[in-house]
T-cell receptor, first 112, second 113 residues
Framework: GAGVSQSPRYKVTKRGQDVALRCDPI?????LYWYRQALGQGPEFLTY????????KSGLPNDRFSAERPEGSISTLTIQRTEQRDSAMYRC??????????FGPGTRLTVL | GDSVTQMEGPVTLSEEAFLTINCTYT??????LFWYVQYPGEGLQLLLK?????DKGSNKGFEATYRKETTSFHLEKGSVQVSDSAVYFC????????????FGSGTRLSIRP
């Protein structure tokens, strides 16, 4: 079946612009996670949802970052007033239950 | 807080060599342990996992044993192939971390023909 998909795969934006990154999890998966991966590092947790409820947003670096999952399926990670330090790979993962998470291909964000 | 420390790379080996990538962890309670792999141009894939002490995860010739006494989960393969060239991430998930995965910084592995 279809895996986790993310769009766009690549996003180049100018500093100060807002960006919205989309994640479409595996159908039926309850939990959805967002991670950020800097070059040469492992992914770092940002936030996660069970169904439409945001359970933990402790990893969001500041209030320019927000996420939603209004219908318990697709999720959007929004970064307002982007800065160069926001450049990274943004990864989404989903799971049904238990602890195995399935990752999408990621969105590579470059802020000029 | 929970954390994972893994061997720094890059690691370069010849084909058919023995591979070990060291990984140690710090966690409260009893975490599940994972190795993820990222092949060039692809996303993160789960390679293997172990959910309790002394479990051995295995896949594609790779193995790792959950050692609670040494808080380790070292990745091994007896004979590597060029196609094993990738970045390998050790990771954990625990109840105290609310099921989010905590990753090590990754080890880049290159295999020479």
């Amino acid at each position: 079946g279809a895996g986790v998909s993310q769009s766009p795969r690549y996003k180049v934006t100018k500093r100060g612009q807002d960006v919205a990154l989309r994640c479409d999890p595996i159908s039926g998966h309850v939990s959805l996670y967002w991670y950020r991966q800097a070059l040469g590092q492992g992914p770092e947790f940002l936030t996660y949802f069970n169904y439409e409820a945001q359970q933990d947003k402790s990893g969001l670096p500041n209030d320019r970052f927000s996420a939603e999952r209004p219908e318990g399926s697709i999720s959007t990670l929004t970064i307002q007033r982007t800065e160069q330090r926001d450049s990274a790979m943004y990864r989404c993962a989903s799971n049904l239950d238990g602890n195995e998470q399935f990752f999408g291909p990621g969105t590579r964000l470059t802020v000029l | 807080g929970d954390s994972v420390t893994q061997m720094e790379g890059p690691v370069t080996l010849s084909e058919e060599a023995f591979l070990t990538i060291n990984c140690t962890y710090t966690a409260t309670g009893y975490p599940s342990l994972f190795w993820y792999v990222q092949y060039p141009g692809e996303g993160l894939q789960l390679l293997l996992k172990a959910t309790k002490a002394d479990d051995k995860g295995s896949n594609k010739g790779f193995e790792a044993t959950y050692r609670k006494e040494t808080t380790s989960f070292h990745l091994e393969k007896g004979s590597v192939q060029v196609s094993d060239s990738a970045v390998y991430f050790c990771a954990l998930s625990s109840y105290s971390s609310a099921s989010k995965i905590i990753f090590g910084s990754g080890t880049r592995l290159s295999i020479r023909p």
